[in-house]
């Protein structure tokens, strides 16, 4: 059977939104949540969805969810390209074919996000004024499940391992070094060691991967560092660390060298220096980018072109 032989008793692309929420989330109680409908409506869609399409697509338990049979994960794939190019038809008319227009997701590592996020949003405003991107800030392994499940069409990530499957440009690339409050003994000297630092009490910012980059750099030297306190704020790290006898290991450098309370913030190079670590924008490397995606990925490249960070 043909597209055009599809009448009135076939299955709908709502049908398709239903389904592939259930598989997304797991339950239809989640689904029902996400749709803002009935679980009654939503399981409803969903069986007469396999009754049009004559197979199961998933098993229902009451107290484990929902599990996708194997017909049901090929279906998946196909539902959620299909709903992508009808989506992309719906952009194409609202654009008038010539001019891009829709929504495009974004995620960024949290703290990428201050510094990278405000300048993409405000260039592609100004180059495509019909697309919104929306963004999601976050662990790189939140953002690499959304990149997974198509929550987000692309993200600004550390590629520090882990990003497998994933196709990427590089922005810059950064480097690891040490701050301190400015009555910190080791803040007057122009360089610092790790053998220095080991036995000074860490603030470890512990948010993957740099809790990975700042262990492994210890380790490597056959070191083990002096953890004070564990924190999942960036700039809490940083307050810290300008109050006390403290210090951290940190990636991003942001222009303002104070607390959020005015202190000072001191700066030094590790010596030997610590490893360069690219910051790139990736996505799925099976997944084809919409345009208006394709457009944020090209306008990242010239915006940064490989600069170092």
Same mark, same amino acid.
């Given at each position: 059977?043909?597209?055009?032989?599809?009448?009135?008793?076939?299955?709908?692309?709502?049908?398709?939104?239903?389904?592939?929420?259930?598989?997304?989330?797991?339950?239809?109680?989640? /689904?029902?949540?996400?749709?803002?409908?009935?679980?009654?409506?939503?399981?409803?869609?969903?069986?007469?969805?396999?009754?049009?399409?004559?197979?199961?697509?998933?098993?229902?338990?009451?107290?484990?969810?929902?599990?996708?049979?194997?017909?049901?994960?090929?279906?998946?794939?196909?539902?959620?390209?299909?709903?992508?190019? /009808? /989506?992309?038809?719906?952009?194409?008319?609202?654009?008038?074919?010539?001019?891009?227009?829709?929504?495009?997701? &974004?995620?960024?590592?949290?703290?990428?996000?201050?510094?990278?996020? =405000?300048?993409?949003?405000?260039?592609?405003?100004?180059?495509?004024?019909?697309?919104?991107?929306?963004?999601?800030?976050?662990?790189?392994?939140?953002?690499?499940?959304?990149?997974?499940?198509?929550? &987000?069409?692309?993200?600004?990530?550390?590629?520090?391992?882990?990003?497998?499957?994933?196709?990427?440009?590089?922005?810059?690339?950064?480097?690891?070094?040490?701050?301190?409050?400015?009555?910190? =003994?080791?803040?007057?000297?122009?360089?610092?060691?790790?053998?220095?630092?080991? =036995?000074?009490?860490?603030?470890?910012?512990?948010?993957?991967?740099?809790?990975?980059? /700042?262990?492994?750099?210890?380790?490597?030297?056959?070191?083990?560092?002096?953890?004070?306190?564990?924190?999942?704020?960036?700039?809490?790290?940083?307050? &810290?660390?300008?109050?006390?006898?403290?210090?951290?290991?940190?990636?991003?450098?942001?222009?303002?060298?104070?607390?959020?309370?005015?202190?000072? &913030?001191?700066?030094?190079?590790?010596?030997?220096?610590?490893?360069?670590? =690219?910051?790139?924008?990736?996505?799925?490397?099976?997944?084809?980018?919409?345009?208006?995606?394709?457009?944020?990925?090209?306008?990242?490249?010239?915006?940064?072109?490989?600069?170092?960070?």
């Amino acid at each position: 059977m043909s597209a055009t032989d599809l009448g009135p008793g076939d299955f709908s692309l709502r049908q398709l939104s239903h389904f592939v929420a259930v598989a997304e989330t797991g339950t239809i109680s989640a /689904a029902a949540e996400r749709l803002y409908m009935s679980p009654s409506a939503v399981s409803g869609s969903i069986t007469e969805l396999e009754r049009i399409l004559g197979a199961e697509l998933c098993v229902r338990r009451r107290a484990q969810g929902v599990t996708l049979t194997p017909l049901g994960r090929q279906v998946l794939d196909m539902a959620r390209r299909l709903l992508a190019d /009808a /989506a992309e038809l719906s952009y194409t008319v609202r654009g008038g074919g010539a001019e891009l227009a829709g929504p495009v997701g &974004i995620g960024c590592f949290v703290t990428l996000a201050p510094t990278v996020l =405000p300048r993409l949003l405000s260039e592609m405003e100004t180059a495509h004024p019909k697309v919104t991107l929306d963004f999601l800030e976050g662990s790189q392994d939140l953002l690499h499940e959304a990149l997974l499940t198509g929550r &987000i069409d692309v993200a600004v990530v550390y590629d520090m391992g882990g990003l497998d499957g994933l196709e990427s440009i590089l922005l810059y690339e950064a480097r690891g070094y040490a701050l301190f409050g400015e009555d910190h =003994p080791l803040a007057r000297q122009p360089t610092v060691t790790l053998e220095e630092l080991a =036995p000074e009490p860490l603030v470890l910012f512990d948010q993957p991967p740099s809790t990975n980059y /700042a262990m492994s750099a210890f380790q490597e030297r056959g070191l083990v560092p002096t953890i004070r306190h564990h924190t999942r704020s960036y700039e809490l790290t940083r307050s &810290i660390v300008a109050r006390g006898r403290t210090y951290a290991l940190l990636v991003q450098r942001p222009p303002n060298k104070s607390s959020y309370e005015g202190l000072p &913030i001191i700066e030094r190079e590790v010596d030997p220096p610590l490893p360069a670590v =690219p910051v790139v924008l990736a996505w799925p490397g099976d997944v084809r980018l919409s345009p208006r995606a394709r457009a944020l990925a090209d306008l990242t490249r010239r915006l940064y072109g490989h600069r170092p960070g």
